[in-house]
C-alpha cells in the first residue's frame, strides 16, 4: 500500500511487476540452450542417430532421410516457431501503437522512466520481450548440429566413419557394421561433398544458389509490411539481404545435404507462414511493400 | 539499432565457430622414399630430409584457372607415392579430384618453401581421391571412391594424362565401390578392396575382373599376401577373411573382438593386424591359430602394425605409439602430445620410425630406436 506522506515512497517509481511465468520460460529456454552446448557431442550423437533411423526406414536413400529429418524438427519446433512469428508480430504491432509512440516522445530524455513504462505496457499487453528470440534460440543447437551430424552420418573420408560409428555405438540402436558405408547419393549428387554442376565448362553450385534464393523469397515473404519510421523494419530488411548471401555462402562450402536442409526448411517456414496467414505475397512483387 | 547489428554480428560470428566443430574428416597420409619422408597433413603435402629434417619442398595444389566457385578446399590425405623415374604422384581428396605428379628435382616457384613442378596431371575421375595408388611396369593403378581403377601410362610424356584403362570394380546397377585402399599384385593379378563390402581381383594381362567375393561388412583396409600364399583382408563385420588367389574361395581365418580397419601385415608365417576396440593380434598363417591371445595396448586402433626388427610397433588414438614384443608383451614406446591422436600408419626409414600426428603441435616426430623423439615436424 502506498504512503504518499513518505517522501521515499512518492519519489521511487513503480517498478514493473515480473510475469513469473514468462521468466520461468526464459529460464527454461536459457538451461537447455546452456546443456546442449556443454554436451553439444551428445546433440550430434541424437540427430546423426534419428538421421540414420530415418535412412534405413526410407530404403538407404540419404537425401529423402535429410528431407524428412527437416520436416521432423519443422515439425517439432512448429509451436516454437508459432510463438516467435506471434512474439514479432506483438511487437511489430507496437511500433505503431499510440500509447507507445506517446512514451516514446515523452520520456525521449528519461530512459530509465521509458524502460519501465515499456515494460509496464509489455506486461498489460502479455508481451514477452523475449518472445521473438528465444524461440529461434533455441533452434541454434539443432542447426549447428546438424552440419557435423550430416557430415559424420554420410562418411565420405575415414575419421567421418569412424565419427558415425561413435556416434551410432552412443546409443546402440542400430548394426552399424551392415549399415556402412552409407548410400550418400541423391539425385546424383554425392551428399557429403559441396555440390558442383558443370555448366559449359564453368562449375555452377546449383544448389548452394537455390538455397540463397529460396532463403530471400522466404524473407521476403515473411516480412510484415514494412513502417517507414520503424527502426527494426529496417534491420529486418537489411537481414533480408544478408542472411541470403550468407547462406550462400556456407552451402557452397559444406556438404550439399546441408543445402538440402536449407532448402527443404526455407520452403516448410513458407508453408508455416501461409498457414497461419502471415505470407505477404505483395512482397515478391515490384513496389508490393508499400501496401 | 546498433543493439541489433551486435545481435547479428554476434550469432553470424557463434555460427561459424561452431560450424567449424566438424573438425577434420580424414588423417594425415605418410610415406618414404627412403631418405625422404612425404607427408600430406590437410591442405598440403611436405617433403621432409630424413638426414637434416629439413623441409625441402611443400606443395599445396595448383591454383584453378577459374576460382569462382570452386572454393571447396584442397585436402591432401594421401600418402604421396614416389614412381620409378623419380616422380611423386599426389592426389587431392577435395571434389575437383585431381591427381599431380610433381618432379622434386624441379621448382616452379619458391615461396615460403620450393614448390615443385607439375608433371603431369590427371583429372578424369569422379570420385574422392583416397587411396594411393600402384605403379606396375611403367603403369600406375590409381583406384578412386568412384569404384573405378584408372590405369595411366607414366611414359607416355603427356602433361594432362588419359587413363589408357579403365577398370571397373563396381558391380552394374548397384552402388559405386568406393576404392579407399591400395591394390597389390603377385605379378599376374592384382587385389584390390572396397568400401562397399568387396574384394576383387583383376586380371592384369586382360584388365578384366576375374572374381569378386562380396563380404558382410566394409573392407576400409588392403589385403596381404601371406605367408601361406593366400590373401587376407579385414573387415568392418569384425572378421579376417582368407582368400585363395586363383580363384577368390574365401573362408573366415578368425572372429576379432572390433571392426579391422588397416592393412594386415605379413612377416614371414605370422600377419599382424589391429582392430578399432584396440586389439593387437598375431596370427600364424601356417597353423592357422593365433600366436598369443589379444593384446590392448590404451585405445582403438585404424592404423596397420609396423614390424621393426624383432618388434611390432602400433600407433593408438590416444597418441600412443607401443612397442609388443614376438610372445606379445605390450610397452609404452612413445607418448605423443596430450590430446593428440595416431591414425596413420607409421614408416620406417633411415633408422628412424616415423609418425603422424592429428591435434598435435607437431604433425611428424621421428622416433630412434629406443623410441625416443629425434626430431619432430610441424609444416615449417
Known sequence: MKNPSNPTQAQRPELPQVNPRETLKTLAVIAVLVLAFMNFSSVIDLLVNILILIYQFVGHNFGIAIILLTALIRLATWPLNAQQMKGAKAMQDLQTDKEWMAIQKKYAKDREKLAQEQMRIYRERGINVFGSCLPMLIQFPILFALIPAITYAIGSYPLSILKLSKSLAAFGLQDVAALIPLNSKFLGIDMGLPERTLIFGVSVPILALIVGLTTFIQTKLTMPPANPNDQSAATGKMMGYYMPIMLFMFSINYASGLSVYFVISNVLSIVQYAMMGKVNWRNLLPGGKKT | MQKKKLIILFVLLFALVLSGCTGA????????SGDVAYLAHTSTVYAVDLKTHNLLWSFSGEKAGFTLFNTNPDMFIVPPVTTTDGLVVIANANNRHMMYAVDPKNFSAIDKAPTPAVRWKFNQAKGLWIAPPLEIDGLLFAPNSDGKIYVLDLNDGMPE???????EVSQPGKNESRLWAQPITDGERLFITSLDKAVVAVDLSTYEVLWRVDLNGAVPGGVALGGDGALYAGSLAKKLERFDPLTGAHQTALET????????????????FADVDGYVYSYNTAE???NWEPVRPDASITASPLVVGDQILIATESGGIYSISADGKVSLWFQGKEKSKAYTTPVFAEDLTLVAYLDSDYYLVALDQNGKAVWTFSGK
Open chain 2, 288 to 290: 592357422q591359430r593365433l
Open chain 2, 161 to 167: 594424362k588419359q587413363a589408357v584403362r579403365t577398370i
Open chain 2, 257 to 272: 573382438k572390433g571392426w579391422i580397419w588397416g592393412t594386415p601385415v605379413a612377416d614371414g608365417d605370422n600377419l599382424y
Open chain 2, 25 to 32: 574428416v580424414a588423417w594425415p597420409g605418410l610415406s618414404t
